[in-house]
């Protein structure tokens, strides 16, 4: 984690076809991974995550829940967000955001 509990969160892998019309393509759409945050599984852990639990990120204004995909594909402390993804809106990666389990009712 970056500071007091913030995380540097960079670009994830394209989501496809990132550039003007291709993302808005349905080949595209076929094959698009669904929004997700990918974690270090030390990360998840500290968090008491799962993988597809959902958390909340927040970073100035922007904020959304995404579910966690955990892997060993980042070094703790770096969240992955994936960019090109449909209503996620502009995410100005790398950023410090903060990361928040969502608890379940």
Known sequence: PVGAGGWESVPGRPAC?????????PWCAERMAP?????HAEDALGLGVE???E???TAG??????????GE???PGVAGIPIGLPDMG???LPM???INKVEQA
């Open 90 to 92: 502009y995410l100005p």
């Open 35 to 39: 929004a997700h945050v990918y974690l």
């Open 55 to 57: 958390v909340e990120i």
């Open 61 to 70: 204004d922007w904020s959304c829940r995404l579910p966690v995909w955990i």
């Open 17 to 25: 076809g990132t550039a003007g019309r291709a993302a808005a393509g």
């Open 73 to 75: 594909g980042l070094v």
């Open 96 to 98: 410090e955001a903060r």
């Open 51 to 53: 993988e597809g639990a």
